[in-house]
């Protein structure tokens, strides 16, 4: 691995991790047991700046500092997490690979593509998810019934999708304006 994809690894992880222990979360006001946080921010920067595999690298090393720093209310909180945000980029890459050589110069169509997929892909992805393991006792999930689960799924939907319909947009813009500015990303 090159030296400056280990930098970036290095400074994006502390970044994402700091970020993650900021006082700047908020419950969602309709579900209060999901954090609204900016920490995620950071992990699209550089996935969009890097290869993918560097965001992955920083993604399961956020996770980690997660387990230990911030697992929330479920001990595995973090692994949900990690679903969430390895399928938004997955969505972004997708639509990223589709595009790219149609609208090679055209950053605005790529990050509206990339926003789509990505909130798709994670509101897609975390349904399931969320269906699957919150049936099960704790550690996994609540020991939730059917019904229970059922009526929460639309929360847990609308908040990974607003939460990626911030995420994304400002990670594009943040790093439109660092490889407009910087040399390094170049």
């Given at each position: 691995?090159?030296?400056?994809?280990?930098?970036?690894?290095?400074?994006?992880?502390?970044?994402?991790?700091?970020?993650?222990?900021?006082?700047?979360?908020?419950?969602?006001?309709?579900a209060p047991f999901?954090?609204?946080?900016?920490?995620?921010?950071?992990?699209?920067?550089?996935?969009?700046?890097?290869?993918?595999?560097?965001?992955?690298?920083?993604?399961?090393?956020?996770?980690?500092?997660?387990?230990?720093?911030?697992?929330?209310?479920?001990?595995?909180?973090?692994?949900?997490?990690?679903?969430?945000?390895?399928?938004?980029?997955?969505?972004?890459?997708?639509?990223?690979?589709?595009?790219?050589?149609?609208?090679?110069?055209?950053?605005?169509?790529?990050?509206?593509?990339?926003?789509?997929?990505?909130?798709?892909?994670?509101?897609?992805?975390?349904?399931?998810?969320?269906?699957?393991?919150?049936?099960?006792?704790?550690?996994?999930?609540?020991?939730?019934?059917?019904?229970?689960?059922?009526?929460?799924?639309?929360?847990?939907?609308?908040?990974?999708?607003?939460?990626?319909?911030?995420?994304?947009?400002?990670?594009?813009?943040?790093?439109?304006?660092?490889?407009t500015n910087l040399?390094?990303?170049?």
């Amino acid at each position: 691995m090159e030296i400056k994809n280990i930098a970036a690894i290095v400074i994006f992880t502390a970044l994402a991790v700091v970020l993650n222990l900021s006082p700047l979360k908020f419950p969602a006001p309709y579900a209060p047991f999901l954090i609204y946080q900016i920490w995620e921010i950071p992990i699209v920067i550089v996935f969009l700046l890097y290869k993918a595999r560097v965001g992955v690298v920083v993604a399961l090393i956020n996770t980690l500092a997660l387990f230990i720093f911030f697992p929330g209310a479920l001990i595995t909180g973090p692994a949900y997490n990690l679903a969430a945000v390895l399928s938004m980029l997955l969505g972004m890459g997708i639509a990223r690979s589709l595009l790219e050589g149609h609208f090679p110069k055209n950053e605005g169509v790529l990050a509206a593509a990339a926003t789509g997929f990505g909130i798709g892909l994670r509101a897609f992805v975390m349904g399931l998810v969320n269906y699957a393991f919150l049936r099960f006792p704790s550690p996994v999930g609540y020991s939730l019934p059917d019904p229970v689960i059922i009526a929460y799924i639309p929360l847990i939907l609308m908040f990974n999708v607003t939460l990626a319909l911030y995420t994304i947009p400002l990670g594009y813009t943040v790093a439109r304006v660092l490889r407009t500015n910087l040399n390094v990303f170049n």
